[in-house]
C-alpha cells in the first residue's frame, strides 16, 4: 500500500517554501541567460545543455532575430544553412 498523492494545494505550498528557502540561501543567483520570452528562455534553456551559457547568448541572439515565434522556428527544415551550429559542442 502506497501512500496518497498530494493535492495541488500541497504541492504549491511546497513549491513555496521551496522557493523562499532558494532565494534564503542565494539572494544574488540570477540567469545568465538571455531571453525576452518563455519560448526564447526555453530554447536557451535546452541549448545550454549542451555548451556553455556565452556560446548559447551568441547564437540565440542571432536564432530570435531571425525567428520570432514558435511558428517561425517550426519552419526550419534540416538543411536550413546554420542549423547545425546552434547545437554544435
Same mark, same amino acid.
Do not use: Y
Given at each position: 500500500?502506497? $501512500? ?5 494545494t500541497?504541492l504549491?505550498?511546497?513549491a513555496r ?5 532558494? &532565494? ?5 543567483? $540570477?540567469?545568465?541567460?538571455n531571453?525576452?520570452?518563455?519560448l526564447? @528562455? ?16 551568441e547564437?540565440?541572439r542571432? @536564432?530570435?532575430?531571425?525567428y520570432?515565434?514558435a &511558428? ?7 538543411s536550413t ?6 547545437? !554544435? !559542442?
Open positions: 500500500m502506497g $501512500h496518497a498523492a498530494p493535492t495541488q500541497a504549491v505550498r511546497r517554501r521551496i522557493n523562499r528557502e532558494l &532565494a534564503r540561501l542565494n539572494p544574488d543567483a $540570477h540567469i545568465e541567460l531571453f525576452t520570452s518563455p526564447e @528562455l526555453l530554447v536557451a534553456a535546452i541549448l545550454s545543455a549542451h555548451t556553455t551559457d556565452r556560446q548559447v547568448n547564437v540565440t542571432v @536564432l530570435f532575430a531571425r520570432r515565434s &511558428a517561425d522556428a517550426c519552419a526550419l527544415s534540416v544553412p546554420g542549423r547545425r551550429r546552434c547545437v !554544435r !559542442r
